[in-house]
DNA sequence: ACCTGAACACCGTTCAAGT
DNA sequence: ACCTGAACACCGTTCAAGT
């Protein structure tokens, strides 16, 4: 049961997402693989609820209830999101190609839509800056996450000399800027990012909400 | 070689990418699996170089070179990397953990790092933008594309009424906006976000750069 | 009735044996 | 010298056999 859920979490933050297998999976809770399959249909649904729950462990922003701008309330909901998943980086590759719909992920999403209409968008256009904002911030998580299986973590490492070391009239602006591309303040950078989509709403919409109107 | 890559697409495109292994990549090339390993050091290796080959079909924008202004460039160029990875979907999941630093991602990054300069962004701020933009596509393309392995089908396809079967006390902005969650036009929904993004480079920068300066 | 060892049909990768 | 069948050590999942 979540007894499962909660020791492939283990061994998905430990291990990393290609060490738990079935057999691992069981070895961890003291008994067989067939047994897991009383509990669970599948490792898939095993893999579905341990992203939840990483998304349930995410300190939603006390201030959404509270009276203070929209924006610095949206930046603490992205921001939160970025950590949480930050916490259990191996689980991140598992956000690729899907939209997870367990019951906290959708507690985050009603919050955030909750959020923007109660800032005072249209429930349509709360939608869609909703939405942009997840990609970014799944977009970025994904990036600063370590390698999945598919790449060694070596190019990470080594990334920055990488790009020192390619051909410089091919790629002027690459090596010469291999600094920035690699070494990067991660928290800073983000922040950059968001900022923009906040500066960018802010424009877009010419609306500067009411302060902490009530929801209902 | 790369008729190794090209068959290793073939295969993935066809039937996804859980249906790629070394054992149908030999079959689909009409040898045994021990072969491919006399071209290739893994199978990683060969979704690393798939991956790549993707990016390298990307058509990029004409305009980069010519004299129009830098925000219809860089939504060309954003545009087009969606447009490329969309074309290839199931391979996206490859995106998940990692950057791609094969020579067509490289490439691409180099043409776009150069647009952000050559609109007059200082080298800093051009990487800042890169990434972020960057990152949102990935995102974007990543919630746009049929399900890794990890969900199945069905959960898509049924999203909406799942949405709108919640209970609408816990969740009234998500049942309320079931439609607009589920049924959006991609096309128009990643310019929106993307023009958020755009609005808040030029609010940031306060930059109406120089329309079409040469690089060199 | 509940549990699970062992099996099935797969993997990625290697290597001894064939040509 | 080059190639590859067969094997190794794994998978996820199932089911007959045990308690």
């Known amino acids: 049961m979540e007894r499962i859920v909660s020791a492939a979490l283990d061994i998905i933050d430990r291990d990393g997402l290609d060490a738990l297998s079935m057999r691992t999976l069981a070895a961890e809770l003291d008994t067989g693989t067939a047994t897991l399959y009383r509990y669970v249909n599948s490792k898939e649904e095993v893999l579905v609820e341990a992203l939840d729950a990483v998304l349930g462990e995410i300190q939603l922003p006390e201030t959404y209830s509270q009276a203070s701008d929209w924006r610095s309330q949206v930046a603490a ?3 939160a999101l970025r950590d949480g998943l930050r916490s259990h980086p191996n689980i991140t590759p598992l956000l690729a190609g899907s939209v997870p719909i367990g019951p906290n992920a959708l507690k985050g999403r009603e919050a955030n839509l909750d959020l923007l209409i109660n800032a005072g968008f249209a429930p349509p256009t709360a939608v869609r800056l909703h939405l942009a904002i997840v990609h970014y911030v799944i977009g970025f998580v994904l990036a600063e996450s370590p390698e999945s299986a598919v790449y060694g973590t070596q190019y990470k490492r080594t990334l920055k000399r990488y790009y020192q070391r390619l051909p410089a009239d091919t790629y002027p ?6 600094d920035q591309l690699t070494t990067r ?30 929801t209902r």
Do not use: W
């Not at 906040?198 to 109107?213: F, N, Q, S, T």
């Open 185 to 214: 303040d991660n928290d800073q950078e983000f922040a950059f990012g968001l900022d923009l989509i906040l500066d960018g709403i802010e424009r877009h919409a010419g609306v500067k909400p009411a302060r902490g109107r009530k």
């Open 77 to 79: 909901g992205a921001t």
């Open 173 to 178: 602006s690459i090596t010469a800027l291999a």
